[in-house]
């Protein structure tokens, strides 16, 4: 291969949600809140959960589930607390990358085009799942966003993030979970695969290229032939 064709491209990239696709994360999210809210009387299930928009952002989740319950969202602290305390553990020891995932990042990487994780956690908590599930080392660039909304990963957010990482003119293929990160970065123009949850699988994903219910359904090099227009 000439040195030429070794170059990483920079007209197509594969984008996808560092805790809730490579890692699962949405259900360590879930029975954290459950624990946490069990602690003020509330009795949380996985309906009331997917209603309470499911925020990224521990604080904004723990009161929206409150408030939906009809308490009063203060000393919420410890419940915070307790949440952040348990995502965090479970990034750093426990996390596995989706075997899907994995497959489908070395296809890309094969016909050399960058893998960009986004992520809505913390920068430090992110790295540490990052290195746990091997993708530092797999050469998978991380994306912290200069800010994380209630509500994320939005349009406006896709936008700022494709700015940051220089890929605003790129064929963007996302790999996403949610209705909110689907929309958003369907707008900005990127071509969705959607591997939803069990929190999320009742949502609205038209638009997207595809929706499984597994990365590993399909053979990586189709879903790339199917997204990335080259």
């Not at 409150?66 to 915070?80: F, M, N, R, S, T």
């Not at 406006?156 to 993030?161: A, E, I, T, V």
Request: charged letters at 25%.
């Amino acid at each position: 291969m000439s040195a030429e064709a070794k170059k990483v491209s920079k007209t197509h990239a594969l984008i996808f949600e560092l805790e809730y696709v490579a890692a699962k994360t949405r259900e360590v999210e879930f029975a954290a809140l459950k624990s946490a809210m069990n602690t003020k009387g509330v009795e949380l299930t996985p309906v009331a959960f997917s209603r309470s928009g499911m925020s990224p952002l521990h604080r904004t989740a723990v009161t929206d589930v409150l408030l939906q319950a009809g308490k009063k969202a203060d000393a919420i602290e410890k419940a915070v607390g307790e949440v952040d305390k348990t995502v965090a553990n479970y990034c750093e020891n426990e996390a596995e990358l989706d075997a899907g995932l994995a497959k489908l990042i070395k296809a890309t990487q094969a016909r050399n085009i960058p893998v960009i994780a986004f992520t809505a956690l913390p920068e430090a908590v992110a790295k540490k799942l990052m290195a746990k599930l091997g993708l530092d080392a797999m050469g998978v660039e991380l994306l912290i966003p200069d800010e994380v909304k209630d509500s994320f990963p939005r349009a406006d957010d896709w936008l700022k993030m494709l700015k940051q990482c220089n890929k605003e003119r790129a064929t963007l293929v996302a790999v996403v979970s949610s209705q909110v990160a689907c929309k958003g970065a369907l707008t900005a123009g990127a071509a969705c695969i959607v591997v939803p949850d069990e929190f999320t699988s009742f949502q609205d994903f038209s638009g997207a290229k595809m929706v499984l219910e597994s990365l590993e359904d399909e053979k990586p090099d189709v879903l790339l032939d199917l997204t990335l227009r080259m």
